[in-house]
């Protein structure tokens, strides 16, 4: 009967030290009620409470926790539906108001970050949602942040994980792709026309400047060259004339140079002869000529007014 007695005993004790002593670990935070009304947050450590009158309503965890955002449709600017999932971040910062200010912070910040999320997607195309990832998750952390305030919790950050556009939008995307690569590649190809042309311009453009850059010195060069010739032909001709005006000033030169020109005379007068069809004279012969013509006619006009002629 005492074995009993004691038992029981040692099970009341342990009972009561159950509810005096607790241990909280270090991840967690605690919130200690004292009939039915907040009374502390317990950090990790050992503490006492008093049996029967405190007790631990509320356990939080103290790391950084992370929920998945499920799926959900959304709808774009340009009218697109895509379904978004993603991953929120969060700590809680407050244990009582965590406790007290919301029932469960958990599925809130999920519902709100859905919320957000919605809106935040209906601002943008789908191009942009896409390209603006990091924005649009910025843009969901500041709003879930400020809405949870009062919930004794902070959002650290928002990741969107998948953006997947439904069926009718991903061949609508296809098609509006494969035309987007045949209007790049018929620019492409534009452009090397374009460019192929301006380089064959370019090289006519330079063949007809080093043609005509070769032809003008061809000029300049036959210009200098006939200028030297004229020069030459003229200083040559200047020589002459100066000797032969030096020659014609010694005893006998004027005589030299009139048998010189009567020679050169004779010499073309042969010529012009030779190659002739009719026959030219000088005129000095042509007046001789005449004269013995004009005699012979006088002289037949005297035999015929004369009777019987002359014999």
Same mark, same amino acid.
């Given at each position: 009967m005492a074995l009993t007695y004691l038992l029981i005993f040692f099970l009341i004790i342990a009972f009561v030290l159950w509810n005096t002593i607790i241990i909280v670990p270090e991840r967690e935070q605690c919130v200690v009620e004292r009939l039915g009304k907040f009374?502390?947050? /317990?950090?990790? $450590? %050992?503490?006492? /409470?008093v049996p029967f009158f405190d007790r631990v309503a509320y356990t939080? &965890?103290?790391? &950084?926790?992370?929920?998945? %955002?499920?799926p959900q449709t959304c709808i774009t600017q340009d009218n697109? #539906?895509?379904?978004? +999932?993603g991953l929120v971040y969060l700590k809680?910062? +407050?244990p009582k108001l965590a406790s007290y200010g919301i029932g469960d912070y958990k599925n809130a910040s999920i519902n709100l970050a859905q919320t957000t999320m919605r809106s935040e997607v209906g601002k943008l195309t789908l191009s942009k949602a896409f390209s603006e990832r990091d924005l649009l998750n910025e843009k969901i952390v500041r709003e879930v942040d400020i809405a949870? +305030? @009062?919930? $004794? !919790?902070?959002? *650290?950050?928002?990741e969107i994980k998948n953006i997947r556009p439904s069926s009718n939008v991903i061949s609508t995307l296809e098609k509006q792709m494969e035309a987007e690569r045949e209007k790049r590649a018929e620019i492409t190809?534009?452009?090397?026309?374009? &460019?192929?042309? !301006?380089? /064959? @311009?370019e090289g006519e453009r330079t063949e007809s400047i080093n043609i005509s850059e070769g032809e003008k010195q061809k000029r300049i060069n036959d210009a200098l060259g006939r200028a030297k010739e004229i020069e030459l032909v003229s200083t040559a001709s200047a020589d002459g004339v100066r000797l032969v005006a030096e020659a !014609?000033? *010694?005893? $006998? $030169? +004027?005589?030299?140079?009139? /048998? #010189? *020109?009567? &020679? #050169?005379f004779i010499n073309e007068v042969g010529k012009i002869m030779d190659k002739s069809k009719i026959s030219v004279v000088p005129a000095e012969m042509a007046n001789i000529k005449g004269f013995f013509e004009g005699a012979s006619k006088v002289s037949s006009t005297i035999s015929s007014s004369i009777p019987g002629g002359i014999r």
């Open positions: 009374r502390t947050v /317990l950090c990790s $450590g %050992i503490h006492f /409470l939080h &965890e103290a790391r &950084e926790q992370v929920f998945d %955002i499920p697109m #539906q895509v379904l978004i +999932d809680v910062t +407050d949870s +305030d @009062s919930w $004794g !919790i902070k959002v *650290l950050r928002y190809l534009a452009e090397a026309d374009k &460019e192929n042309r !301006i380089i /064959l @311009s !014609i000033n *010694l005893p $006998g $030169g +004027d005589m030299a140079v009139k /048998l #010189q *020109l009567v &020679e #050169q």
